[in-house]
């Protein structure tokens, strides 16, 4: 079992930046795979970007690729999600997620055994 906890979302004016944070706690070495997805209201859940907890690789969606950089800290089991030149498209709740299979790379929602709750990013234009 691996309990996830996100944090530092808020409102922000366009153009600017913020940045999420996941603590991961429980059976984290177990883990390959930690995303951030996003989901606005009456839309489905989308594949925001990607790191493999064991190595540098990344993996981005268009929609972010350049603007926003995610990062994992082992030794305090943090991911962290920088969003720069944030737009009111953007506006979501964030959801932090753990793969442990090493097939998540692709940013399916089916492949993410754990969730956190969730944190509200709100972007006004």
């Known amino acids: 079992q691996v309990s996830l906890v996100e944090s530092g979302g808020g409102l922000v004016q366009a153009d600017t930046s913020l940045k999420l944070s996941c603590i991961a706690s429980?059976?984290?070495?177990?883990?390959?795979?930690m995303s951030w997805f996003r989901q606005a209201p009456g839309k489905e859940r989308q594949f925001v970007a990607a790191?493999?907890?064991?190595?540098?690789?990344?993996n981005y969606a268009d929609s972010v690729r350049g603007r926003f950089t995610i990062s994992r800290e082992r030794a305090t089991n943090t991911m962290s999600l920088q969003m720069n030149r944030l737009k009111p498209e953007d506006t979501a709740v964030y959801y932090c997620?753990?793969?442990?299979?090493?097939?998540?790379?692709?940013?399916?929602?089916?492949?993410?055994?754990?969730w956190g709750q969730g944190t509200q990013v709100t972007v006004s234009s």
């Open positions: 997620a753990f793969n442990t299979d090493g097939l998540g790379f692709d940013g399916r929602v089916d492949r993410y055994e754990f």
């Open positions: 429980g059976r984290t070495f177990a883990g390959n795979i």
């Open positions: 790191v493999r907890w064991l190595g540098r690789e990344k």
